[in-house]
């Protein structure tokens, strides 16, 4: 009796049994496995009119996640909402918000709504609450797991979520009043594009919550006066605080747990201890940034975890999707893998010569070097964020699979959602 796990076919010829050499075809397949589109009759959610939705995985299993739902609110109508929760550390705690945030948000908009809300109630008040919430009894459910709970199988179930992280990006939809609200907490961005004069201009809804954004330096500071050690940088990363390269998340107890909890953690169910600078937790928040705003009629939405934005602009994005759109109306898409090909970073293409391609920073793409080649805008993006007409790059960075690509690339998620016809 024999046994082969590796191959149906055995011989000697091994070359690229591993992992195939993936051409631009090939490369564009992989980022469209995941692909959905959702068009929509007129008034069936608002003026929404179109809804492109794409994941692109690097870790296994994937760390992203993405929902959608609808706030039934009663008198004051049936809202929508999206969301993009970037996870770290482990999926563990995505999923949760993947299954919990939009009920949360809907409880405390109801409780917004109702006649014994405060007098100061607003919005931006319910969604803070839903989200501080959450974060809230996740933290709470884990300590009181550690000290209570009746096996170390439950033990470790409950500590999952505080485990793992995540960033948690939400659009809210209001048909009746065209308003957007969009809560941010971590370094997902939405992006609007909205219809000008000249062409689709760039309108930010979110601020990147990370140890690079002067503001969240200056506010995690203010928090720890006495430490002036909490922002790093070094060659080949990303700017971090206190070890993480968010500043505001869900999970993540050992930057947030009292000292006690976390020795018995590491103690008692083999938890990791807290980083060296953690002297004076806590350290992250889930509390979310909210803006609004009102639609007039065309725009649309981009949401997308930081996979994306690592290698693309915000300008970028409402260039790259307001370009399609044109190209998609008048069905001038072109053919996968045409156009002249461009080297790494510009340039002419060696035809018979590997590109040297450094991935310890990250590389970032020109709207030159954008492709119209995709009937889906969240893959259109993905495409051009992995390299557009930049071919060794873009198949480069799609050949390789965990753990791998974590050098190249993130996780990705994108919704992309068109109001009245965008």
Excluded at 68 to 87: C, F, M, P
Excluded at 120 to 126: C, L, R, Y
Excluded at 140 to 155: F, I, M, N, Q, R
Excluded at 245 to 267: L, S
């Amino acid at each position: 009796m024999s046994f082969n796990t590796g191959s149906d076919s055995p011989s000697l010829d091994w070359k690229f049994k591993c992992m195939s050499v993936l051409d631009v075809k090939q490369a564009t397949d992989k980022i469209k496995t995941n692909e959905a589109s959702y068009k929509l009759q007129t008034g069936e959610i608002g003026a929404v009119s179109r809804i492109d939705t794409n994941q692109v995985p690097s870790n296994d299993p994937i760390e992203d996640y993405m929902a959608s739902g609808k706030i039934d609110l009663g008198e004051h109508g049936v809202w929508h909402a999206w969301a993009v929760y970037d996870g770290h550390g482990g999926q563990h705690t995505a999923i949760v918000l993947a299954h919990a945030l939009i009920p949360y948000v809907e409880r405390s908009l109801k409780a917004h709504f109702s006649s014994s809300s405060p007098p100061d109630s607003t919005i931006e008040n319910a969604l803070i609450s839903a989200f501080t919430t959450l974060a809230d009894e996740i933290s709470e459910d884990g300590l009181t797991a550690l000290y209570s709970a009746k096996s170390h199988a439950e033990v470790q179930a409950r500590l999952a979520a505080n485990y793992a992280g995540s960033c948690a990006l939400l659009a809210l939809y209001n048909p009746s009043e065209s308003m957007l609200y969009v809560a941010n907490t971590g370094d997902s961005r939405a992006v609007l594009g909205t219809p000008g004069e000249s062409g689709f201009e760039t309108v930010p809804l979110s601020l990147d919550h990370t140890a690079a954004s002067e503001s969240e330096v200056a506010r995690v500071n203010a928090l720890h006066p006495d430490q002036d050690n909490l922002i790093t940088k070094r060659d080949g990363d990303c700017a971090r605080y206190a070890g993480i390269a968010v500043t505001r998340a869900f999970g993540d107890a050992r930057w947030n747990w009292p000292k006690e909890a976390m020795i018995k953690w590491e103690k008692q169910f083999s938890g990791k201890p807290a980083p060296g600078v953690v002297t004076n937790p806590p350290y992250l928040v889930a509390t979310p940034e909210v803006k609004s705003h009102k639609l007039t009629g065309g725009e649309f939405l981009v949401l997308a975890s930081d996979g994306l934005w690592n290698h693309l602009s915000s300008e970028g994005a409402v260039e790259a999707v307001s370009k399609w759109i044109g190209a998609t109306k008048e069905g001038t898409l072109a053919e996968i893998g045409s156009g002249t090909a461009v080297a790494f970073g510009g340039g002419k293409v060696s035809a018979d010569h590997a590109e040297g391609i450094s991935f310890w920073e990250y590389w970032k793409v020109k709207p030159e070097w954008f492709v119209y080649e995709d009937d889906n805008a969240a893959t259109h993006l993905v495409k051009n964020a992995f390299g557009g007409l930049q071919r060794q790059l873009f198949t480069g960075v799609l050949t390789v699979d965990t753990p791998v690509s974590k050098t190249m690339r993130d996780d990705v998620t994108v919704q992309v959602v068109f109001f009245d016809g965008a």
